[in-house]
């Protein structure tokens, strides 16, 4: 009986393992793979944790795309770790590469690998939506993935910091951003920011903001990069679109093109447009962090 008994024991532990490793095999099978995070390299501190899952309070994971020549690790080592203090689920990305230069390939090759890094951010943590924060080509470039292809229903807020919007007249300056050496003739990005290139007037052809989505600007008139500074202004209803010059409400911030990605005083209009609805109000954001 002893026997019997100990047989059965064995028997029934055995089925349930094997039950339990079947359970974690699906479970392992349904949940979304983090690996396309460890494909895009080094990320800046606070970003790419996989498992962040978005709260209550911020329902929208924030996805930073940084500008031409630009990598994720550099451009937003100072604001990648404020969000993620604050209690956001970060993500960024490095995209565009011609060759080992980053963010310098099509445009619209670009918009193409931020649809499906969203779609997979959205999947891992399972939002409806993200909001987008930019820096130059990266605040310009959302737009044509919201505009073209299916982003607008995806994205909350797309915040742009010094965003190429409308181009630049100074395009030659373009090669100022990195010391990467790369020149205008291998970088298809930077021909496709120079004022009035095809791709822009066809990216700005009628509605300039669409869907739904809040659009929120911040420009520095020191931009030597987005010449003129204006041409980042973006058009469109009031009530979903804010665009803001920095030196209008912190008169001493002498910022320019590639260090407001670094600049506290910018990321105070970042955070109010995030933790509000509609885009940022630059008086509240002011009255909020001064």
């Not at 209550?56 to 031409?68: K, M, Q």
């Not at 073209?148 to 100022?176: C, M, Q, R, W, Y």
Request: hydrophobic share 35%; net charge negative.
């Amino acid at each position: 009986m002893r026997i019997f008994n100990s047989l059965l024991f064995s028997s029934i532990i055995t089925l349930a393992l094997t039950i339990s490793g079947f359970q974690l095999n699906v479970i392992a099978a349904d949940s979304p793979s983090d690996s396309f995070l460890t494909e895009e390299g080094l990320p800046p501190p606070g970003a790419n944790d996989s498992s962040c899952r978005p709260s209550r309070e911020h329902p929208e994971p924030v996805v930073l795309v940084p500008g031409t020549f630009e990598t994720m690790d550099r451009n937003f080592i100072n604001l990648a770790p404020m969000l993620k203090e604050k209690g956001y689920c970060v993500f960024s990305l490095n995209y565009g590469y011609t060759g080992s230069v980053p963010a310098s390939g099509p445009i619209e090759d670009s918009a193409a690998e931020l649809k499906t890094f969203v779609d997979n951010v959205l999947t891992l943590t399972g939002a409806q939506k993200v909001s987008i924060v930019g820096h130059s080509q990266g605040g310009m470039m959302p737009r044509y993935y919201m505009k073209f292809l299916g982003g607008a229903d995806k994205v909350e807020d797309l915040i742009g910091l010094v965003p190429s919007n409308h181009g630049t007249e100074g395009v030659a300056g373009l090669t100022e951003l990195t010391s990467t050496g790369a020149d205008l003739t291998s970088c298809k990005a930077c021909q496709q920011q120079e004022a009035g290139s095809e791709f822009l007037l066809n990216l700005n052809k009628r509605d300039e903001t669409p869907g739904k989505s809040s659009y929120t600007v911040i420009t520095t008139r020191n931009d030597e990069i987005v010449v003129p500074f204006t041409s980042a202004f973006l058009s469109g209803e009031k009530e979903k679109v804010t665009n803001i010059t920095i030196q209008d409400y912190y008169p001493y911030d002498q910022i320019e093109h590639q260090n407001i990605a670094q600049d506290p005083l910018a990321f105070n209009f970042v955070f109010d447009a995030l933790e509000h609805e509609g885009p940022a109000d630059p008086q509240r954001a002011v009255g909020l962090f001064k």
